[in-house]
């Protein structure tokens, strides 16, 4: 096992494109570290960095005690699982499991051992005679991480190796991931764009954006205190809900928006250094959908927003009420990119809604809403979030305070 160190790392490819910014980053010995961001962001190319599939600009790579910098892949002492499984479809799972040891002229004996020991680990022992072809998705990427395990290297370095799996079968491979992390303890960096998968399997989570650090913190942490509006956007799914508002202070701290006043507990305001120099001014105010309930079932001290429900969406356990408030969609840069998909923008649906701001409320399942009704919601006001409407950080994050008073980097 190793720690992983980044520091000051940069990649600038041809044409001065950077896909790596200053990217500094400690993975700690036995931690499982996530990259996430949107399409671009630099997560693909930080793991790459790390395996020295790529070659750095600038800064210093340090696996364990040794600088790698100028060190190829194979002598990294790291393995690697891709997204494709690239397996040899001419070789049994067990000759694809030895292969790589056989390269290295590991001893056969060793070698039986740690197939044996992998296979096992990995429920492959029955399919050690077939071939890739006769082997479902699942447990083709099984064989793809027992070919890393067997290597018993310092690090594990995965790259989406989940994504061409089905959603039902995601979900087990993360089970099992998460059991193989805690038996081996192998510190591993996993790169991925579904946030769930970046949730339940971190111990930390790195946010990255245009190749920069965001926030790298626990997943609970990210949801609960995001140090800008791009990380507040990016995580958490259905994702957060922004409006510019009012921050006024008559009859009790309180922020006022698209014909709404939701109080605003007056220790929020003591705990969030800096908010209270924001009285008479706009911020940018965001409420998670999960910060929403049918007033009717929740808590009867929480605010309340008389809305019409435009869309319902039922899924078993929640309802997901979609709805529009009077006031423009925010326009800020962090809002738009981590709201970005591969598929493309979102202004087929600003459209749509006539340049008023579409908004998403999680309620209990056993709630009465229906389209096209009226709901009043209960807003828990101890979970709002504000953000300043010019730098969009966080007002009284620590980190967004200490990011504030640096420097602006010189081009």
């Known amino acids: 096992m190793a720690k992983i160190t980044l520091e000051h790392v940069e990649k600038v490819y041809s044409g001065g494109v950077k896909a790596l910014d200053d990217l500094s980053l400690d993975v700690k010995d036995g931690e499982f570290m996530v990259l996430v ?28 005690d040794r600088v790698v910098n100028d060190l190829p892949p194979k002598d ?6 891709f997204q494709n499984y690239a397996l040899y479809p001419h070789m049994t799972v067990e000759q694809n499991l030895a292969f790589g040891l056989q390269l290295r002229k590991t001893p056969k004996d060793e070698i039986k051992r740690r197939v044996g020991e992998a296979a096992k680990m990995l429920g492959l022992e029955q399919y050690l005679k077939r071939k890739p072809a006769a082997l479902s998705g699942g447990q083709r990427q099984r064989v793809a991480m027992g070919r890393a395990i067997v290597r018993e290297p310092q690090a594990f370095l995965m790259d989406e190796p989940l994504s061409n799996l089905d959603a039902k079968l995601r979900v087990s491979m993360r089970a099992s991931l998460n059991q193989l992390h805690d038996r081996l303890g ?20 790195c946010v990255l954006r245009d190749g920069r650090l965001q926030q790298v913190d626990t997943p609970q942490t990210l949801f609960e205190k995001p140090v800008n509006l791009f990380v507040a956007g990016f995580i958490g799914s259905p994702a957060m809900n922004f409006v510019t508002a009012d921050l006024t202070r008559d009859d009790g701290p309180a922020v006022a928006f698209a014909g709404y006043r939701l109080s605003v507990p007056p220790e929020e305001i ?21 910060d929403f309930e049918d007033a009717s079932l929740g808590d009867g001290n929480w605010g309340k927003m008389q809305v019409t429900t435009n869309v319902t969406e039922e899924l078993g356990s929640e ?16 809002i738009t990119e981590a709201a970005k998909s591969d598929e493309g923008d979102d202004e087929t ?10 908004w998403t409320a999680r309620v209990s399942a056993r709630s009465r809403v229906r389209p096209g009704q009226p709901i009043e919601l209960g807003v828990d006001t101890h979970n709002l979030q504000f953000f300043d409407p010019d730098s969009g950080l966080s007002i009284g994050h620590p980190a967004a305070i200490a990011s504030a008073a640096e420097p602006e980097p010189v081009d």
């Open 37 to 64: 961001g949107p399409s671009g962001c630099g997560k693909s190319t930080a793991l790459r960095s790390i395996a020295g599939l790529e070659e750095i600009t600038a800064g210093k790579i340090t696996i364990g």
């Open 186 to 205: 192998v510190t591993t960096v996993y790169v991925t764009h579904d946030q769930v998968e970046a949730m339940t399997l971190g111990h930390r989570v």
């Open 349 to 358: 649906v600003a459209a749509l809604i006539g340049g008023k701001t579409l």
């Open 76 to 81: 990294r002492d790291i393995a690697m699982v």
């Open 319 to 334: 309802i997901h009420v979609i709805f529009t408030i009077d006031a423009p969609p925010v326009e800020h840069a962090s």
């Open 270 to 290: 003591d705990n969030s250094p800096g908010l209270s120099n924001y009285f008479g001014k706009k911020v940018i105010l965001g409420i998670r959908p999960s």
